[in-house]
Structures are given as C-alpha cells and as structure tokens.
C-alpha cells in the first residue's frame, strides 16, 4: 500500500485525477495523461480507492480529501521519500537489529557502523532524502528556538551534531556578537562549514570533529551555551548519560544546555505521537540500532543523574519539538 501510494503521486496520477474536479477521470485517461498503461493505472487507481484516495463513481474516478492531502503535503511527501529510499529495504532486517542491538538494514548501503558515519557517502536520494527530512522538522523549529536562545545574549555557542550548519547559521546570522563551535563528524563538519563559509558566516564558526561515541573524547569548554538539536535521539540511554555529563563539562559557571526535540509524549495531537513512537524502528534498523524517538521524561531523568536541572520548557516549537533549558544543579 505504500508503494502504490507513493507510486499514486510520483507518477501524476493524483494529480490527474484532481484536476478534473468532480467529473472525475477513467483509468485509460488516465494512463494516457500520465503516460502509464492502462493496466498499471488501473492497479494504482484500485489501489487508492481501496485505501480512500479516490472514490469511483460512474466508471470515474474523482480525487477524496484524503487523496489531495497526499497530492499536496509537502510534510507527506518528505516523510514518503524519507521511507522509499532510506528505510523501506534496510526495514527487511529490522528483527536481526533488535536482536543484535546493531543497525543491521544499513548494510543495504554498505559496511557502515551508524548512518551518520555514512550519510556524506550514501547514494545521492538516500542523502537528500534524509537531510529533507532531518531539516523539514528542525528547519520549522528553529527560528522560534533562536529568539528564545539568543535573548540570554550567549557570546559563545557550542553546537553539538551541527550536520549542515542551519542552526549556527540562523543564530550568527541574527547574533553579530556571537562565535559558535560546530562539533560532528568530520563529513558533515565539511559541509556545514561549506555552507557557513558561502554565506560569510564562516570565520565566526570553529569546527571541532568529535565522535562523541568515544565516551573519552572531550568536547571543549567554556561556553556560554550548549546546543543539542535532534541529537540525543541518535544515542542509547547510556550513551545519552555520557554525552549529557561532556555537555555539562562544556558550560562555563552560568551557561545553559539547550535541548530541541521530537518527544511523543508532548505532542498535541495522537497523529504526532503515532509518527514519532513510529519512527523508532528507523533508528533501530537504519540509523544505530540502538536509539529510539524518547519521552522528554526519559531524557530529564538522564539530565538529573548527570546533576543537570530543568530550568524552563517551551513547547510547541515549530511543528513539533520542546525545547528543554537546563543549567548544572
Ligand atoms: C538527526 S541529526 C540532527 C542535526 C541538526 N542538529 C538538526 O537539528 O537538524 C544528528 C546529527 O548528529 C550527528 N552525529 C551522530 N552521531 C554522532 C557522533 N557519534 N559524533 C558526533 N556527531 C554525531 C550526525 O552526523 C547529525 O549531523
């Protein structure tokens, strides 16, 4: 269903379908606007009734809301891509990840531990797709996320799992004053200070290649703010305890560590939460094999043991996300 689904709009069909308002189309005009068979528009087309994308009335058929929100979504259609060429083949060998603990359907893209170590190598759609993905949430969460950081006026920002470098680039953008340290992986620490670097921003941005799943590894320190935005979820508890006790570690006397994330158990709505619990088996089969979508509650306890204290909470960020303030108890 969603192959036919996806395969409904990639191939125009949707579209077709949809303009033609309540006439409604047969499947061999179908075929011949999209330049299908008649034989794969009719599979497609049952397909969609038989899941309320288009209805059939009179040898027609005509588009159903549902069917144009699929069409039209932008959040739908980052979220299918994200699936069709990120997730659907490695999903096969979700069982041997869960029993393994290791990220056992990223071998459909090669010898890779996690797949942040291999996101600057994967095929050019597996990137794009998951970097769409990635930015479509953060991106909408940033700009509120930044007015709130910033108006504690922070001269120094360290950004741990920069990726591209949007938030350091929001952020140095609207604050002249500030410098910030980008830590990753040395792939995508190349393209955020690509990215900084073409915007003018690139000679107040430090980057520091960390792999923070070395729990020996240091991040530097005296920063004013600590920045984490969809990292945590990339982490098991345990490596999540480690790396929050580096962050603390990473404060100067009075600075804040900054949480942004997808927590299902703050969303508004049950959709929200269905689609976050749901993303867990991505993490558990593609991306580490052993992180999964948390309650804001699992990581406040894990701050709590690491002698960090919540100090407010925003909600309702962007599409999504919380936003957690925590400074050393
Ligand atoms: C889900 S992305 C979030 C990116 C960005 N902060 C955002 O909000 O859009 C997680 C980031 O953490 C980085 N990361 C994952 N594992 C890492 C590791 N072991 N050491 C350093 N960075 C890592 C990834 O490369 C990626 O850029």
């Not at 191939?11 to 303009?19: M, R, S």
């Not at 209805?55 to 027609?60: E, H, L, P, R, T």
């Not at 809301?65 to 997730?87: K, P, S």
Request: aromatic share 8%; glycine share 6%.
């Amino acid at each position: 269903m969603f192959q036919a689904t996806r395969l409904l709009r990639s191939t125009g069909l949707l579209e077709a379908v949809e303009d033609r308002g309540a006439e409604g189309m047969t499947a061999a005009e179908a075929a011949t606007k999209t330049g299908l068979s008649i034989y794969a528009a009719t599979v497609l087309l049952e397909c969609g009734l038989s899941a309320d994308l288009v209805a059939y009335d009179n040898g027609k058929f005509v588009i159903t809301t549902l069917g144009a929100f699929i069409r039209r979504d932008e959040m739908t259609a980052v979220n299918m891509e994200f699936v069709h060429e990120v997730c659907y083949l490695g999903m096969h060998k979700l069982e041997d990840a869960l029993r393994l603990g290791e990220p056992a359907g990223l071998r459909v893209f090669g010898e890779w531990k996690t797949v942040y170590e291999a996101l600057a190598h994967l095929p050019e759609n597996a990137k794009s797709a998951w970097l769409r993905f990635d930015h479509f949430y953060s991106d909408a969460a940033f700009p509120a996320a930044s007015r709130i950081v910033l108006e504690r006026q922070p001269q120094t920002m360290l950004d741990i799992g920069c990726n591209t470098g949007k938030w350091a680039s929001l952020c140095l953008a609207r604050s002249p004053e500030l410098c910030a340290t980008l830590v990753d992986l040395p792939g995508q620490l190349e393209m955020a200070m690509q990215n900084l670097r073409e915007k003018g921003l690139g000679d107040r941005a430090v980057p520091c290649p960390v792999d923070v799943l070395d729990p020996h590894a240091e991040l530097p320190s005296g920063f004013d703010a600590v920045w984490m935005s969809q990292f945590l979820v990339c982490f098991s508890e345990d490596e999540v305890r480690t790396i929050l006790r580096r962050a603390r570690r990473a404060l100067r006397p009075g600075g804040r560590l900054w949480i942004l994330d997808t927590f299902w158990d703050t969303q508004r709505f049950d959709a929200a939460a269905y689609c976050l619990i749901n993303t867990s088996p991505y993490f558990t089969a593609i991306a580490n094999g052993n992180s999964r979508m948390y309650r804001a509650e699992d990581i406040l306890a894990l701050a709590r043991e690491e002698g960090l204290e919540l100090q407010t909470t925003h909600e309702r960020l962007g599409i999504y996300h919380s936003l957690l303030e925590l400074a050393p108890g």
